[in-house]
């Protein structure tokens, strides 16, 4: 796991919350040239940046990672962090190819949900002239109404209304009851 941070404060913060998860081997960098040295020598499976303030440095390496075509690593998800999430950030963090982006403080449950959710979610790459990065569709429900379909996999857009119950209401209830999770 590779994580950077140029705040010892929030670096800090970070390690001993994946230390507590049980992550064993992370790549700590300060600064955007460490993290790019790192990426060219070793194989990460999770990288956590932070937006690195005003300079947006931390969209820029996540940009750079997915143009440089550093396999594995340029698939890697991100996880990217920031003081601030205002949309125009979000928006940006989406498209520089982070998976999810997080507003600081970060807790121990939400970092957690987030790399649960990357890792179960599991959005297919795109690869184009202009974008590099996980696909930006959350739902897949299919083509929009009165819309040719453009994919192969696209869902019929005329689902129409369920015939039977989905599923009886003690497997809705199982599904809601707390459980332990082990990583």
């Known amino acids: 796991m590779l994580l950077l941070e140029e705040s010892p404060m929030g670096m800090s913060i970070l390690v001993q919350i994946l230390t507590g998860f049980g992550a064993k081997t992370l790549h700590r960098c300060e600064k955007v040239e460490e993290a790019k040295d790192a990426i060219g020598k070793v194989e990460v499976d999770l990288i956590i940046c932070d937006a690195l303030g005003a300079s947006g440095a931390g969209y820029d390496f996540v940009e750079w990672l997915r143009g440089s075509r550093i396999e594995p690593n340029c698939y890697v998800p991100v996880l990217l962090t920031a ?92 599904l809601m009851k707390t459980r332990r999770v082990e990583l």
């Open 83 to 174: 003081g601030h999430t205002p949309s125009n950030a979000v928006a940006r963090a989406r498209d520089c190819g982070a998976h999810f982006v997080m507003a600081k403080p970060l807790t121990p449950i939400a970092v957690l949900e987030r790399i649960l959710w990357i890792a179960r979610e599991g959005r297919r790459f795109v690869e184009c002239d202009t974008y590099m990065g996980p696909d930006r569709r959350f739902k897949n429900e299919g083509v929009p109404s009165g819309m040719v379909g453009r994919r192969r996999d696209d869902l019929h857009g005329d689902i129409g209304q369920a015939e039977t119950p989905n599923m009886d209401q003690e497997v809705i209830d199982s």
